[in-house]
């Protein structure tokens, strides 16, 4: 949640705007996070999709098509700018190839750019830190590596966050386990890495506080506990006391996956958070999917009350 982010953060803001390019899933919580430590906050959205957004959020459109893709006076006084966007179709860093010229010509402090521990390719489960040199397979690594080094070339004060599969609220097994839909594969030896979309969060306002000259240029940010799939699928049912799908071997059912469902099980390897946890000193909201998927569900069955709330307060207005 924002409050436990930002309350046990160091950083407390800074003078000027931050600008947030890409208002997903990962952008919105930055921002809102961002937003409550006073500071004034700018999302991007796609022309004529104009989100609802909180207190001290204001949306901009973004069109990656047009040179500028954002008007230049909507980016006056931006100092701080997060990059969730990913690659275009092309490879290419639309961002980079839209605001290039206009990002080059404001006073910025910092540009965070999140990428993915993919580019590191398929490591048969060993452990992999930023000093390994990256060796995407897939092709949506390399065209992220791409990305990756076409900023670093950009001159601009850069931060390269690499991220494993991102979770929380909304993004768990909950639903699927639910609907009957979760499938519960088994490939001996496979482990996964993952990162909760708030310790995203507070990695970044982390670094935020520290020093430019102590920020590191590439930063993994993940938990402490990478394993199977079928362990997170077995504790999401054991917090909703529902029955777990029949196991089902990964070799006897890999040709029924689609290509998307294959390619990420073509990979195997551990991100260490080393640099992050114990170099920087950054302290994990959730050190494994066990303390994230308890605050997910929470804060899901949360909004599911606040939703019922609201909607027989407005069935008893109408009747009245």
């Known amino acids: 949640m924002v409050s436990a982010v930002v309350n046990r953060g160091p950083w407390t803001g800074a003078s000027g705007r931050m600008l947030v390019l890409g208002g997903g899933y990962s952008g919105r919580r930055f921002a809102a996070a961002v937003a409550a430590t006073g500071m004034p906050v700018l999302i991007s959205h796609r022309p004529g999709n104009d989100p609802l957004l909180g207190e001290g959020i204001r949306s901009?459109?973004?069109?990656?098509?047009?040179?500028?893709?954002?008007?230049?006076?909507?980016?006056?006084?931006?100092?701080?700018?997060?990059?969730t966007v990913p690659p275009g179709r092309d490879g290419r860093d639309p961002v980079l190839e839209s605001l290039g010229a206009s990002l080059?010509?404001?006073?910025?402090?910092?540009l965070g750019y999140l990428s993915t521990s993919g580019?590191?390719?398929?490591?048969?489960?060993?452990?992999?830190?930023?000093s390994d040199t990256p060796t995407p397979g897939l092709p949506r690594s390399r065209a992220r590596l791409a990305c990756e080094q076409a900023w670093q070339a950009s001159g601009l004060?850069?931060?390269?966050?690499?991220?494993?599969?991102?979770?929380?609220?909304?993004?768990?097994?909950?639903?699927?386990?639910?609907?009957?839909?979760?499938?519960?594969i088994h490939k001996p030896a496979q482990v996964f890495s993952r990162i909760h979309v708030?310790?995203?969060?507070?990695?970044?306002?982390?670094n935020l506080a520290l020093p430019a000259s102590q920020r590191p240029a590439v930063l993994n940010v993940a938990d402490d506990r990478p394993c199977p799939s079928s362990e997170t699928l077995g504790y999401a049912a054991h917090l909703l006391n529902c029955p777990l799908p029949e196991v089902e071997s990964y070799r006897r059912i890999q040709d029924s996956l689609s290509p998307m469902a294959r390619s990420f099980w073509s990979e195997n390897r551990r991100t260490s958070n080393r640099r992050l946890c114990v170099e920087l000193g950054y302290r994990l909201?959730?050190?494994?999917?066990?303390?994230?998927?308890?605050?997910?569900?929470?804060?899901?069955?949360?909004?599911?009350?606040?939703?019922?709330?609201?909607?027989?307060?407005?069935?008893?207005?109408?009747?009245?």
């Not at 006084?77 to 997060?82: A, D, E, Q």
């Not at 690499?162 to 499938?183: E, M």
């Not at 994230?292 to 027989?312: D, I, K, V």
Request: charged share 15%; aromatic share 8%; hydrophobic share 35%.
């Open 104 to 110: 080059a010509g404001l006073p910025l402090q910092w």
């Open 198 to 206: 708030d310790d995203i969060t507070g990695a970044l306002l982390h």
């Open 285 to 320: 909201l959730y050190p494994s999917y066990r303390e994230g998927f308890r605050a997910s569900l929470q804060e899901e069955q949360a909004l599911q009350r606040g939703a019922g709330c609201t909607s027989s307060g407005q069935t008893g207005a109408a009747s009245g």
């Open 157 to 184: 004060p850069l931060q390269v966050f690499r991220l494993p599969a991102i979770y929380g609220p909304g993004r768990c097994p909950f639903n699927g386990l639910r609907a009957g839909s979760s499938r519960l």
């Open 119 to 130: 580019v590191y390719g398929d490591r048969g489960g060993a452990w992999v830190d930023e």
């Open 60 to 83: 901009v459109p973004f069109a990656s098509e047009l040179r500028p893709g954002i008007e230049p006076a909507a980016l006056e006084g931006i100092t701080h700018v997060l990059v």
